[in-house]
């Protein structure tokens, strides 16, 4: 089992650009969630789903981000404009619905300038 | 009430001693409470867990001690080693299908030689 799989490992990009970060969940897996991780604020939920389905979004932070998760072994997370305060590593996480382990990938650094 | 509070922040110890991570929370319906272990540039790894029924659970080196009466759980680490440098997360989840896991703010570790 290759885990869950995130990409890029690291992005950086300038204020204004689109940003796309990926993420492959374990296979099985039927639960998705995306974290944040600053230094300041720690680990914060922005999203998740159950069977592909939005459950709760009430952690993402403005209008700006948009997730999508167009079926049961993909999903992304979208920044569009990004801004400096957007840098942080962003970590994708699956378990099976119910369940109680969340596997976490090795997450995407974005560096926003 | 969702708020998982950690401390201490950071911590060093000499090899073989003893470190204590305590945890607290005021949401009663929190039912299970992992421990995640963060290395630098990798996600957060389940280490142990425990539900709210038994007020004690060892694997190997790690013991976590749980009281429900003071809302209070904590992280031991017998005989800690170099390698068990890491940053360590506190978290709980709701009830029900959902499982949503809230984070503490973290403990850095530093294990010394």
């Known amino acids: 089992d290759a885990g869950v799989i995130q990409s890029p490992r690291h992005e950086v990009t300038e204020m204004g650009q689109e940003v796309t970060l990926r993420c492959k969940p374990i296979?099985?897996?039927?639960?998705l969630f995306w974290y944040r991780q600053t230094m300041m604020r720690g680990l914060e939920l922005l999203i998740y789903?159950?069977?592909?389905?939005?459950?709760?979004d009430s952690g993402m932070p403005e209008d700006r981000f948009s997730a999508k998760m167009p079926n049961a072994s993909f999903s992304t997370l979208k920044i569009q404009p990004s801004e400096p305060r957007d840098s942080a590593v962003y970590f994708c996480?699956?378990?099976?619905?119910?369940?109680?382990?969340?596997?976490f990938g090795s997450g995407t650094r974005l560096t926003v300038v | 009430q969702q708020q998982v509070k950690q401390s201490p922040q950071s911590l060093i110890v000499q090899k073989g001693g003893i470190p204590i991570i305590n945890c607290a929370y005021e949401?009663?319906?929190?039912?299970?409470f992992p421990w995640y272990q963060q290395f630098p540039g990798k996600g957060p790894a389940l280490l142990i867990a425990?539900?709210?029924?038994?007020s004690e659970k060892k694997e190997g080196r790690f013991t976590i001690s749980f009281n429900k009466s003071a809302k209070q759980f904590s992280l031991h680490i017998m005989d800690s080693q170099p390698g068990d440098s890491a940053t360590y997360f506190c978290?709980?989840?709701?009830?029900?299908?959902?499982?949503?896991?809230?984070f503490g703010t973290g403990t850095l570790l530093a294990v010394q030689p």
């Open positions: 996480a699956s378990r099976v619905t119910g369940g109680s382990g969340y596997t």
């Open positions: 296979s099985g897996h039927n639960s």
């Open positions: 789903f159950n069977n592909n389905v939005p459950i709760d």
């Open positions: 949401n009663t319906a929190f039912d299970y």
């Open positions: 425990i539900r709210p029924d038994v």
């Open positions: 978290a709980a989840t709701l009830g029900g299908a959902t499982n949503k896991l809230i």
